[in-house]
């Protein structure tokens, strides 16, 4: 496995992008997020997001790291390694105490190819363990809600058996489920993995995929004369998620479980597990069998995530379980939030490619026509884009890019206006007319005797020669940049009074229009 990440040279490490405070509230680690997901191989490509979650102690992170090895061996034939090679990747360790906190994703995404030449990344993600004795029903139960909002892939770790409350601990969700499909055809969760370890009961369903989907078969079923409640369940988890599927897991054997000396060679597991890793692992992470991340049916890219991972956060950090409804309207507000962002980028690329920082002065009239194509693309781009939340909602939204545009053109219009050749000029070229002015002035003064307005225009001279070398002393150092513009505003002053007289109006890019 490379110690580096290739993408930034900085080695590559689980990193905590949902920190555990010690108040037991979680909070998001936006610079860590953004180093993974604005990585060119991230930024604008689809996603695989795999994550594991379950209870404290039962193996999540060491399994991650036969991902780990998968991925840097690139699939080939004997990417499970040498046998005496400890497991490196995400941190993990025996014992009885928690080891992970919050969530962490790697800080290297890997970037596939698929058979038809396109190509998305992938990204792994570990979660805080369940039921330990630090974590409260609402920590445990975030952590779980926020790796299953986010992932395409979730995996459900479990020891021995699927048990009653096992299913439990997704009831909650569900119902988040139910109220997203009023509003969308699209199931709120994507794929379900039940990865029952340490499987006890191989001669009834035998190890692998074929007897943990005869399992999962019979403990979502609903016969007759089952409670009620056990009946809603099972088919609020069936509606939920888009693929429900199980694997049953061999033992790795006792030196893995009793040796705390025990570093993950694979020459102290047993044979069985070995065999069953290797198939489960390529199983998931072959190109046909990639689950691609969707919201709402449309897939996401790398940026559009960070606005769910916001959005999401947010309604976690309150004292007391988030009701569904509000994950509900979390996930339309990011879905708007990420229609924005689209939005905005597309006016921001078309207007850089009209008056950009290398693009010569374009007259305002000229621009104010690129401008209006491009707000109206951009309009039209997030129209087209499907929302969650209806059209109250999307109305907001629509009100902040209009917001937003509208400042990015007064910014691009500044920008253009300073490469006018008057804009740039207009002051020295107006005090140099004045003082040209003035001395004209005060030779006529001189030559019929009114020494006393000569005096005065002498002085005027001199006032308006220094203000000539102090605008030019702050241009060229950059230094009394407030001189520089009191000195602006002077001119321009003068200018609206010499054009005022005309009935003209100047404004400060040397515009004119009549009054």
């Known amino acids: 496995m490379p110690d580096t990440d290739p993408g930034t040279g900085s080695p590559a490490v689980a990193v905590q992008v949902i920190v555990a405070e010690n108040d037991h509230s979680f909070t998001l680690n936006e610079a860590a997020l953004e180093r993974i997901l604005l990585d060119r191989r991230v930024r604008d490509s689809e996603i695989v997001i795999l994550s594991i979650a379950g209870a404290f102690r039962k193996g999540k992170s060491f399994l991650l790291d036969f991902f780990l090895r998968y991925l840097y061996a690139k699939g080939s034939k004997n990417w499970i390694g040498d046998p005496d090679a400890p497991l490196k990747g995400f941190p993990w360790k025996g014992g009885s105490e928690r080891n992970t906190s919050g969530i962490l994703m790697w800080s290297d995404p890997f970037e596939i190819s698929l058979p038809n030449g396109d190509k998305l990344c992938i990204l792994l993600m570990d979660t805080q363990g369940a039921f330990d ?123 893995v479980a009793t040796n705390q000396n025990f570093d993950g060679r694979l020459s102290d597991i047993e044979g069985d597990f070995k065999i069953h890793v290797e198939e489960f692992v390529s199983s998931l992470l072959l190109p046909e069998s990639l689950v691609v991340k969707e919201i709402n049916g449309t897939k996401i890219t790398g940026k559009e995530l960070i606005e769910y991972f916001k959005a999401y956060i947010k309604i976690y950090q309150g004292s007391e379980l988030p009701e ?65 939340g209806g059209e109250e909602k999307s109305r907001i939204y629509l009100e902040q890019l209009e917001r937003e545009i509208t400042e990015m053109y007064g910014n691009y219009s500044s920008h253009n206006s300073a490469k006018s050749f008057y804009a740039s000029f207009q002051t020295p070229l107006t005090l140099v007319v004045l003082l040209v002015a003035l001395i004209i002035i005060s030779k006529l003064s001189d030559l019929i005797g009114l020494e006393s307005i000569v005096s005065l225009l002498s002085f005027g001279v001199m006032a308006v020669l220094a203000s000539l070398v102090a605008w030019g002393y702050t241009r060229m150092t950059g230094k009394f940049p407030e001189v520089g513009s009191s000195i602006d505003d002077a001119a321009l002053f003068i200018q609206q009074m010499m054009y005022r007289s005309k009935g003209l109006v100047v404004k400060a890019d040397g515009e004119k229009k009549t009054l």
């Open 133 to 255: 004795s630090q974590s409260t029903v609402k920590d445990c139960a975030t952590i779980f809600a926020l790796s299953t909002m986010i992932s395409s892939v979730q995996v459900y770790n479990v020891t021995s058996n699927i048990q009653e409350d096992d299913l439990q601990h997704l009831q909650l969700f569900t119902e988040y489920g139910r109220l997203a499909l009023e509003g969308s055809k699209a199931k709120p969760f994507q794929d379900l993995h039940f990865l029952i370890r340490d499987w006890p009961y191989p001669y009834q369903y035998e190890y692998g995929w074929t007897g943990g989907e005869k399992l999962l078969e019979k403990r979502l079923k609903i016969i007759e004369g089952q409670h009620e409640e056990l009946q809603q369940l099972r088919r609020h988890l069936r509606s939920c998620f888009n693929k429900i599927k199980c694997c049953l897991m061999p033992h790795p054997g006792l030196k």
């Open 324 to 388: 569904p409804k509000s994950m509900l309207e979390a996930t339309a507000e990011a879905n708007n939030l990420a229609a924005v962002a689209n939005a905005r980028d597309l006016y921001a690329k078309h207007m850089e490619m009209v008056c950009g920082g290398d693009k010569p002065f374009l007259h305002p009239e000229l621009m104010q026509k690129e401008h209006d194509r491009c707000h109206q693309e951009a309009i039209q781009l997030f129209q087209s884009i499907r929302k969650m």
